[in-house]
């Protein structure tokens, strides 16, 4: 073999390795209308509808953060050092 050829090995993942995958290293921040907010955030208070706004989500999807701002999403992310993703 080469240096400019690979061998793929085969890996497998079961649903709990996907989920945790990037844990603690990255954070996504998407974008949700505040209609959506509470199938994310199940104990966010009520909002009004309509209000664009940015949740931050751990690597499994759990909520970190909702705000307003996407600046703010992102600095929150850095402060506790995740590394940012976009979804959307």
Do not use: C
């Not at 509470?38 to 009520?46: C, G, L, Q, T, W």
């Not at 706004?53 to 850095?78: C, E, H, K």
């Amino acid at each position: 073999m080469t240096r400019s050829e690979t061998r793929s090995l085969p890996i497998e993942f079961d649903s709990a390795d996907l989920a945790t995958l990037g844990e603690g290293e990255v954070a996504y921040v998407k974008p949700m209308s505040s209609d959506e907010i509470r199938r994310v955030f199940p104990e966010a208070p009520e909002l009004a509808p309509g209000l664009a706004l940015f949740a931050l989500l751990s690597a499994s999807g759990n909520p970190i953060l909702l705000t307003d701002s996407r600046d703010a999403a992102v600095a929150n992310a850095w402060a506790q050092d995740l590394e940012t993703v976009s979804v959307h």
